[in-house]
């Protein structure tokens, strides 16, 4: 079956670090992809999607790009704040868009 | 646009009783609703699928006759935790899909905190 594979948390950054949160996935056909926030206490909130091969998605100075290749959809921001602090899920679904699969989450903290 | 809304956002029971939780599309028709449970600092994990009017199909391991899912129109669907123990203490989490097929997102609701004592 489909599956989704972070990085190990917690990761601890300064502030204006440089992030990358690796997400590799398992999955047939052709998944679309997603990363998701949830801060402390509340739901997922999407923060950025990409649905097919090579495409980028962005929001917010977050990146990631769709790597059919390398089965890979890595989270990156160039300058993170300390409201970046929160859990962040890498998730995929199927073609038409259910079967949702999620990470295990990778919390992530801003020290200024 | 395409808000979903939970109700309650947080609830205390006590061990034995009911409780049921609302999740609703706002600003659109959900065709399909998903419920997922979220331990604390572990993911999301799907407990059911409901399409509108018809009964949910539960993933495996959750007990149907525990978690009741009702998906009564297209704009609301309702978790009821039946006799609830303090292990189904969680967070409840609901999303939206506004068409079965070729849509290729979920809107996700803000959760729910079931604590029971």
């Known amino acids: 079956g489909n599956s989704v594979t972070q990085m190990e948390g917690p990761v601890t950054l300064s502030e204006e670090a440089f992030l990358t949160i690796n997400c590799t996935y398992t999955a047939t056909g052709y998944p679309s992809l997603f990363w998701y926030v949830q801060y402390p206490g509340e739901g997922l909130q999407l923060l950025l999607k990409a649905t097919k091969a090579d495409d980028k998605g962005s929001n917010k100075g977050f990146e990631a790009t769709y790597r059919k290749e390398t089965t890979s959809f890595h989270l990156e921001k160039g300058s993170v704040q300390v409201s970046d602090s929160a859990v962040y899920f890498c998730?995929?679904?199927?073609?038409?868009?259910?079967?949702?699969?999620f990470g295990p989450g990778t919390r992530l903290s801003v020290l200024p | 646009g395409a808000v979903v809304s939970q109700h309650p956002s947080w609830v205390i029971c006590k061990s034995g009783t009911s409780v049921k939780i609302e999740c609703r599309s706002l600003d659109f028709q959900a065709t399909t609703m998903f419920w997922y449970r979220q331990f604390p600092k572990q993911s999301l994990m799907l407990m059911a699928t409901?399409?509108?009017?018809?009964?949910?199909?539960?993933e495996q391991g959750v007990e149907k006759d525990k978690f009741l899912i009702n998906h009564a129109s297209l704009t609301l669907s309702t978790l009821t935790v039946t006799s609830a123990h303090p292990e189904d203490s969680s967070f409840y989490i609901c999303?939206?899909?506004?068409?079965?097929?070729?849509?290729?997102?979920?809107?996700f609701g803000p959760g729910t905190r079931l604590t029971v004592t």
């Open positions: 999303s939206a899909s506004p068409q079965p097929k070729g849509w290729r997102e979920q809107y």
């Open positions: 998730a995929l679904s199927d073609g038409y868009g259910q079967n949702f699969v």
């Open positions: 409901s399409n509108e009017g018809s009964k949910a199909t539960y």
